[in-house]
């Protein structure tokens, strides 16, 4: 076991020297929201790959879409700006507002559209996400 923790401990430092540290901090977090809206929106079915996810951050919706909806595309865009809300506001307290005030922003432009709920609002239907069945809404 001990063998394995060095062979890790050595990974991570190989990791961090040829990555993450061939980043500014900036390009490292615009990097990560990248990844992390990509990834998150694929869960939700979104069909972006990860560099289309890139350009779309880059040119916003003036990107030629290739096979992608604007449902998606916006999709991804309300991602970036619940993502930048959350960022801006990592040293104030969670509250119900801000939880309402972020759900708000990364459903702006689809979620009328898609499930006829209005963004910002407590859901009064059952929730789902692949095979789990969320608790009771009340």
Same mark, same amino acid.
């Given at each position: *076991?001990?063998?394995?923790?060095?062979?890790?401990?050595?990974? %991570?430092?190989?990791?961090?020297?040829?990555?993450?540290?061939?980043?500014?901090?900036?390009?490292?977090?615009?990097?990560?929201?990248?990844?992390?809206?990509? $990834?998150?929106?694929?869960?939700?079915?979104?069909?972006?790959?990860?560099?289309?996810?890139?350009?779309?951050?880059? $040119?916003?919706?003036?990107?030629?879409?290739?096979?992608?909806?604007?449902?998606?595309?916006?999709?991804?865009?309300? $991602?970036?700006?619940?993502?930048?809300?959350?960022?801006?506001?990592?040293?104030?307290?969670?509250?119900?507002?801000?939880?309402?005030?972020?759900?708000?922003?990364?459903?702006?432009?689809?979620?009328?559209?898609?499930?006829?709920?209005?963004?910002?609002?407590?859901?009064?239907?059952? *929730?789902?996400?692949?095979?789990? %069945?969320?608790?009771?809404?009340?």
């Amino acid at each position: *076991m001990e063998k394995l923790l060095r062979k890790y401990d050595a990974l %991570v430092q190989e990791y961090n020297k040829t990555i993450v540290e061939s980043f500014s901090i900036a390009d490292f977090r615009e990097y990560n929201e990248i990844l992390f809206s990509a $990834h998150s929106c694929a869960v939700e079915g979104n069909t972006f790959t990860v560099d289309e996810t890139r350009e779309l951050r880059e $040119h916003g919706i003036n990107l030629k879409l290739n096979n992608r909806s604007l449902y998606e595309a916006y999709e991804i865009l309300d $991602h970036f700006k619940a993502y930048e809300l959350l960022f801006n506001n990592l040293q104030q307290p969670l509250t119900e507002e801000l939880v309402k005030q972020t759900q708000k922003t990364l459903t702006e432009n689809t979620i009328k559209f898609s499930k006829g709920y209005e963004p910002g609002e407590y859901t009064d239907t059952q *929730m789902a996400a692949g095979d789990t %069945v969320f608790g009771d809404y009340k």
